[in-house]
């Protein structure tokens, strides 16, 4: 399967989920991606186990609970288990996913994941109610309002930390080298997520700031730069690129991003599946950060970004498709990465959809 074909046949995760935000490439069914080796016989008896199991809490258990409430529970923790970062997702869940690609969300505005049972904050995002009320990569959420969130997946507690805008919220924290709970009140907002930021830093050298990958951070990238030589009135002579508290977002969206500083086709990233398997090789071109129709969003991208001294800022805050970026620049000489350690996240989710409107993720 071509490197093209995967990229617009499944949807590709390289973070969490945001408290709002959780971001995607199209999707088609999984039918058509299925591995052909794995035509191995059901697990019979593991399944009559399963039936028997819910036959008895049909049967015996106090409440009545409902078979849609019983067969949710056994998926997600089915997939809950796998590690920390593949999910299932309900009907709800993966429309409220679908929908915050925009980059447009009610919420509080950070991302977010799971260690040790409990929620951890991945990185604050710029100018939101999170990040004005002092909330810090690294921090974990012990409780939101009186909810303890051990346990809890991402996608129930980003769906408790949603909410009505100008509704308040109060967030428990537990920081590191902090010697009690850090307890912060919070109103939701809507989040309006701009994923790239420029300004001239003085004559001939350039400062871009890309905060999350989203459907358009490519474009906006090629947009920023060419404002920064309009305003420069001539080519730049070097560029700093800040990835600081930058989560991730779309996989497309970090290879597009190393594509406008790198010379076309060098390999941006790959990726090892079951059994240590090549996966994808996504390379600094078009086909591999376009996956839709319609033109190169780097058409028009001043030539000099492939060349000029650059300098790439991170720390814990950059996150998955972040930590992309930085490392294929890094790796092909073309930046001086700079900062902090960054999150170190390491692993690529894949999006499939399933029937009846669910979804799970998968590493």
């Known amino acids: 399967m071509s490197t093209k074909s995967t990229l617009k046949k499944v949807a590709i995760y390289t973070l969490g989920a945001f408290s709002g935000i959780a971001l995607s490439l199209s999707v088609q069914s999984f039918a058509a991606e299925k591995d052909k080796k794995d035509n191995e016989a059901l697990p019979v008896q593991t399944i009559r186990t399963m039936a028997e199991v819910y036959g008895q809490i049909k049967a015996n258990y106090y409440q009545d609970k409902p078979d849609a409430e019983l067969f949710e529970g056994a998926m997600k923790g089915m997939v809950s288990d796998l590690d920390p970062h593949s999910e299932y997702m309900d009907k709800k869940g993966y429309a409220e996913m679908k929908e915050s690609t925009s980059g447009e969300f009610g919420g509080l505005g950070m991302e977010i994941g799971q260690e040790d049972g409990f929620v951890k904050v991945v990185a604050p995002i710029e100018d939101t109610p999170a990040e004005r009320a002092g909330v810090k990569s690294g921090d974990f959420i012990v409780k939101i309002d009186n909810t303890s969130t051990r346990g809890l997946t991402v996608s129930e507690a980003v769906k408790k930390m949603r909410g009505k805008p100008g509704t308040k919220i109060t967030l428990t924290l537990s920081r590191k080298n902090a010697d009690k709970p850090i307890v912060v009140n919070l109103t939701r907002a809507i989040i309006k997520v701009k994923s790239v930021r420029h300004h001239l830093l003085e004559k001939d050298y350039g400062y871009i700031r890309v ?100 300098t790439v800022l991170i720390n814990a805050g950059s996150a998955s498709a972040s930590e992309i970026v930085a490392g294929a620049l890094q790796d092909h000489k073309r930046a001086v990465v700079v900062g902090t350690q960054s999150f170190g996240k390491g692993s690529v989710q894949t999006l499939i959809p399933l029937s009846g409107g669910s979804a799970v993720k998968l590493t």
């Open 211 to 310: 905060s999350q990958f989203q459907e358009r951070t490519v474009a906006a990238l090629n947009e920023a730069a060419q404002a920064l030589v309009k305003e420069n009135k001539g080519p730049l002579k070097g560029i700093i690129l800040d990835l600081r508290d930058d989560p991730g977002g779309l996989l497309n969206g970090a290879v597009g991003v190393s594509a406008a500083f790198l010379q076309p086709d060098v390999t941006v990233v790959s990726t090892k599946g079951r059994n240590k398997k090549e996966g994808m090789v996504l390379k600094a071109t078009a086909e591999d950060y376009i996956t839709t129709s319609g033109k190169d969003p780097l058409a028009g991208l001043p030539a000099e970004l492939k060349t000029i001294p650059m």
